[in-house]
């Protein structure tokens, strides 16, 4: 093993259609196992956490459970109440994952009067459901962004991101969004704390070169980029941004 814990990003277990990518399977089952310390990161905001498991487990992984994720909105709330424990009113545009974090967290939702806007996915929202979110910066609540994503890429066709939406807010409000999900460095600092390990003793996994390489980059901690799931024509030693390893599958990392 190179390293004592493990951050893995969802992309490199999973694809789109909700299969696992050649070799997650295997290297789930190992890190459980052998008791190896891991957390997933997501941006996810629509399902929970034990709806993550769940979806997990029925995709042929084993014995998965809500604990094993960390979720951007996670880490936007677990540095809010360190820095701001006093301030923990909070709106929200995103799904049950984010307002089960929030309310975990100690936040009271509402909808009027908020000293935090969190925004994330979601395919519900309405623009009634903006124009209350704008009216609550207005009134001083501060944008918290869990996912950046402009655009979303589903089977079905590109959707508008949360990323986007929150473009949209800050234009209208003249006010600037806290980052917390990836490429933030915010989520693998958090996610670290959560874990209870230093950085030196982690790597982060992924088989997105962009925005995910760049976050562990810029978090200061070292970076592996799974092939498994990038197009065979795409040659990941000629890109900008360089992981610190590269392996075929997750399979490599168990050498």
């Not at 696992?20 to 290297?27: M, Q, T």
């Not at 874990?195 to 030196?200: E, F, K, N, T, W």
């Not at 962009?210 to 980059?217: L, S």
Request: hydrophobic share 40%; charged share 20%.
């Amino acid at each position: 093993m190179i390293a004592n814990c493990f951050l893995i990003m969802t992309s490199c277990l999973i694809n789109r259609q909700g299969r696992p990518r050649k070799g997650a399977v295997y290297f789930m089952n190992t890190l459980i196992d052998n008791r190896i310390p891991f957390v997933i990161l997501t941006n996810q905001s629509t399902y929970t956490r034990a709806q993550l498991a769940e979806m997990m487990n029925r995709a042929g992984f084993n014995e998965m459970i809500p604990q094993m994720f960390y979720t951007s909105t996670m880490a936007a709330v677990d540095a809010i109440c360190r820095k701001y424990p006093d301030k923990k009113t909070a709106g929200y545009i995103g799904g049950k994952g984010m307002t089960e974090i929030l309310k975990l967290g100690g936040f009271s939702l509402n909808m009027n009067h908020a000293d935090w806007l969190f925004v994330g996915s979601d395919h519900n929202a309405t623009y009634n459901d903006y124009s209350y979110a704008l009216r609550l910066i207005s009134g001083g609540a501060y944008i918290v962004s869990t996912d950046p994503v402009l655009k979303e890429k589903t089977t079905s066709g590109d959707l508008i991101g949360s990323g986007s939406v929150v473009k949209m807010l800050e234009s209208a409000s003249g006010t600037r969004a806290l980052e917390a999900g990836i490429p933030s460095g915010l989520i693998v600092s958090r996610s670290l704390v959560y874990l209870r390990h230093s950085i030196d003793e982690a790597v982060l996994v992924t088989s997105q070169p962009e925005p995910e390489i760049t976050c562990g980059i810029a978090a200061g901690i070292r970076t592996v980029l799974s092939m498994s799931a990038m197009d065979e024509t795409d040659n990941a030693l000629q890109r900008r941004v360089q992981p610190d390893f590269v392996v075929e599958d997750l399979t490599g990392l168990m050498r």
